[in-house]
């Protein structure tokens, strides 16, 4: 099919109210004509700038570079997005063929000579132009992106560096499907004693996913989706079927066959490499770092070891613990890695007399969405209708207009919380339209996507409400995002920054007076009780050590693969068995993400060298939170101005230590964070 693009509604002027892509017209073959429209496009605006007979200037040439490509911008996150929430065998064919085509692109931009000699003339005169902060902050940002693009390579050089990029785009996009595919073909059915423990809430949601596979009416299928397989091992009586989903969802990717994801890390890690050296730099994992607020590699694994330790010290009590109550249960020892949050749940019953059966009836999504949009309301002063009139990518993402105190329009919100086939697993937010003060002003367009199971009253875990705040802390990010150049909008920020406003949202979902407010029983409308309350603060900390092990071990074990020099080839599954061994990981918790399915690392580059970042911001939004503690009220108005002026608003138009400093009036430190964790 071919699609002339005077009839491509993708390049028409989108004249929905919102600004919104027209979805029910969009078919996988208007992509390939777009890209090509927008991308020629994109490259006659670029050779304008470069070419132009004019002395460059901050605003012949750096503003003009923000303002280009907007076309190609808007097409390439809807191509994403509903590559990710929504794709098909069709857009996938897409995304294999047009995936290093957009990264092949992006080096013709920039190892554009003539526009570099632009952009360096300017940066070259900064100390002498009458910038403003935001300007200058643009400036840099660019000279730095061309820098790390490979614009000051020789030519030789700079021709292999765009090939490596183009080749990693192929293989992330593989790497991508690949992982989806084992997840889209495993799914666990169930009948008579292979149900025994599952609460109801788990029930329902198991028959709706095996409705959604076309099973027969009554069947209950438990697929890889965390909100399915997690309960699932929490749960579940049966010890033969919790080993079945643990090992499927750990040996993602790690299949012979058309599907096997250890030969593409291997490439993506040996072109890593080489792309760093190119550029100087001993290890690929210093090129990522020189351009994050760690700065280096040491600096992550300090951080990374000083949570380690003692998280090991306490694993080891904890597995003390389960293991006498295995015996006391009649339950096989040694302990495997899926018993443990079994036992867990066995044991925090026994400590603290709570279950997740029993908080659930208490948070159902519809509450814990109100929870959160009320939380930004009384931080931020914001408004969130819900229009039931709009026609999105699919039937279950739905829409909110959002407006300040005053009612003048913030941007549109779209949450898309469901697990479903043709939707990756995991959680995120992403944008269909960024905020910046091009065109007269844009408001952005933010999406979140999680994956819990749809039921008919869909019940949220405690940790399922974490990830609900903690995707929507993105959310804010974006939403919430005032600057004037699009470079530095929103999340465009350092990378063990961007985790920082979502992670320090997720603190207002354990406020005692958020949960009196919205916690309330599904059935009899009751408010969740004070004595469960006190047993949630109480178990707060429980299994800590857990979550810190297998998270600090996938961290660990990421930084160590991207600090290996040039030229030494890697086996990941025998790397990972190494690394298990040298940083004594139990095998009762194993690591969060084994590397043929850790989508963090290799099915981009943005997290490469980086799962740290989730620790790194932890400090951060652990020492943030005190200030609302220690100002008395977790809704503190002045502690909240600061907040959103210095860390959701100020996008990336300013350093981001200086930017927590001026929030904060300090430095972070490092001991909230260890506290929060049980670890000190």
Known sequence: MTTSNAMNPLLEPWNDPHGLPPFARIVPEHFPPAFEAAMREHRDEIDAIANASDAPTFDNTIAAIDAAGQTLFRLTVLFENLAASATSPALQAVERDWSPRLAAHESVIYQHEALFARVAGVYAERESLALTAEQRRLLERFYLDFERAGATLAPQAKARFAEIVEQLAALAAQFRQNVLGDETAFALTLSGDELAGLPPSLLESAREAARVRGLPDGTHAITLAPSLAEPFLTFSER???????????????????????????????????????????????????????????????????????????????????LTELARELGQPTPIAAWDWMYLAEKLRQKRFSIDD???????????????????????????????????????DARLWEVADSEGKPVGV???????????????????????????GGTLPIVLNNNNFAKGAQTLLSFDDIRTLFHEFGHGLHGLLSNVHYHRLSGTNVL???????????????????????????????????????????AASRFDQAYATVEYGASALVDMALHSLPRGEAVDIAEFQTAQAAKH????????RHRLSHFQHLFAGEDYAAGYYVYLWADVLAADGYTAFEEAGNPFDRATAERLHKWIYSSGNSIDPALAYERFRGRAPAVEPVLKKRGLL
């Not at 760690?294 to 330790?309: E, F, I, M, S, V």
């Not at 779209?414 to 003060?437: E, T, V, Y």
């Not at 004594?584 to 690591?591: H, K, L, R, S, T």
């Open 495 to 537: 990378m063990d920054f961007v985790e920082l406003p979502s992670q320090l949202f997720e603190s207002w979902a354990r406020e005692r007076d958020v949960l009196q407010r919205h916690a309330r029983h599904v059935e009899t409308g009751e408010p969740i009780p004070e004595v469960l309350l006190d047993r949630l603060e």
């Open 239 to 321: 010890r033969d079927l919790r080993e079945r989903v643990w090992r499927a969802g750990k040996e993602r990717g790690a299949h012979d066959g058309e599907r096997d994801n250890r030969p593409v890390a291997a490439r993506i890690v040996a072109l890593r490499q080489e792309k760093a050296s190119l550029l100087g730099y001993a290890t690929y994992a210093d090129y990522r770092l020189a351009d994050r607020m760690a700065h280096t590699p040491q600096a992550a694994n300090d951080l990374l070891t000083r949570a380690w330790q003692p998280a090991l010290v306490k694993a080891g009590e904890d597995r003390a613990a």
């Open 357 to 395: 059966a029993q908080i659930k009836p208490y948070f159902s999504l519809d509450a814990m969405v109100a929870a959160m949009f009320d939380c930004a309301s009384r931080l931020f002063g914001l408004r969130f209708t819900e229009r039931h009139d709009v026609t999105l990518y699919h039937a």
């Open 413 to 439: 919100f779209i949450g898309d919380n469901f697990a479903r086939p043709g939707k990756r697993s995991g959680a995120w937010m992403s944008i269909l339209r960024a905020q910046s003060g091009l065109n």
């Open 584 to 591: 004594g990981v139990p095998p009762e918790i194993d690591f």
